[in-house]
């Protein structure tokens, strides 16, 4: 990743009108592979000069703490995004600053512009996970993100507020959150990388046989890495308080099946056991957040 990475990566079009691509990255500084692959794309597309429909848009989300690599600064600017923060005239903290600025760089591309927008947010997680897609089932999101070759997971927006996909959905954007991978794997790079190529194709027309990198910048995330499709939904969230002593069972992983009674975590001294059989989400291990881990289970179709 570069040094200093500016409030907007990239920027491109090719004159022809059509819909908007917003893609986020580095929501939380210490994870930088989203950074590293729009850089990538940008990059590729300034050289080759691919023809789309529409403009694509890369944004940097906490700037500070990816200069220090580090979570958040003052609170963590995924769970910001409420109307009692968004409403403030003052920015209280580091993140309500950069949220000011990520909606600042949004306004620059008004609806009245594009018959469509899309968005897209890079994230990774602390443990070792498959690279999947979080959607809130809202506007037409559910349907766009089935056509992308990898898991889906639906619910985490209805349990956490303040997320930025929630915000960006309620202003009518359709897209969903990309989880690429473990924090500093190259694999979350290559997810990224060709989930933005893919987003690229199905929203802005981009025929990918026209950049340099492909097949391999989108065959290493759908062909190396990315499971075959399927539909979670989450059914149970541990919430932590910033007191609590919480520690992990060690071993799990992203979509690790679990057992009903099986030991998960050690919360203030106490044994947490699964009351259900299903998968673990999110296994919380690193020394911020307020979300032990999540289960989730397979969805029934509607």
């Known amino acids: 990743m570069e040094k200093e990475v500016s409030r907007i990566i990239g920027e491109y079009n090719s ?32 050289q080759n000069k691919p023809k789309i429909k529409g403009t694509v848009v890369g944004v940097s989300g906490n700037r500070e703490a990816l200069k220090k690599n580090v979570r958040f600064i003052d609170e963590d600017l995924n769970r910001i995004w409420t109307q009692e923060k968004l409403d403030k005239e003052i920015p209280e903290s580091s993140e309500q600053i950069e949220m000011g600025r990520i909606i600042g760089a949004l306004n620059r591309y008004p609806k009245r512009h594009y018959y469509k927008q899309y968005f897209l947010d890079c994230h990774t997680t602390s443990s070792e996970s498959l690279p999947y897609i979080s959607v809130q089932e809202v506007n037409d999101n559910d349907q766009w993100a089935s056509r992308f070759p990898t898991y889906i997971v639906r619910g985490f927006s209805d349990l956490i507020t303040g997320d930025i996909d ?131 289970e397979e969805a029934k179709a509607h």
């Not at 060709?194 to 194709?201: E, H, Q, R, S």
């Not at 007191?243 to 979509?255: A, C, L, R, S, T």
């Not at 998960?264 to 059989?277: Q, V």
């Open 15 to 46: 004159g022809t009108p059509g819909p908007l691509l917003f893609v986020t990255a580095g929501v939380h500084g210490n994870e930088p592979s989203g950074v590293i692959a729009l850089q990538k794309v940008f990059r590729e597309l300034q």
């Open 166 to 296: 929630h915000y960006l959905s309620r202003h009518g954007l359709t897209g969903f959150v990309f989880e690429g991978g473990q924090h500093e794997s190259e694999t979350a790079v290559e997810n990224h990388e060709g989930i933005i190529w893919l987003a690229l194709k199905k929203a802005l027309d981009l025929d990918l046989h026209s950049i340099s990198c492909y097949p391999e910048c989108v065959k290493n995330f759908t062909k190396k890495n990315a499971p075959q499709p399927k539909t979670f939904e989450i059914v149970y969230r541990h919430s932590l308080q910033d007191e609590d002593d919480f520690k992990m069972e060690p071993g799990f992983k992203n979509f690790s099946k679990i057992e009903e009674k099986q030991l998960l975590a050690l919360h203030n001294g106490k044994e947490i056991r699964s009351d259900r059989d299903g998968y673990i989400f999110l296994p919380l291990y690193q020394s911020k957040g307020n979300d032990g881990f999540f289960i989730i």
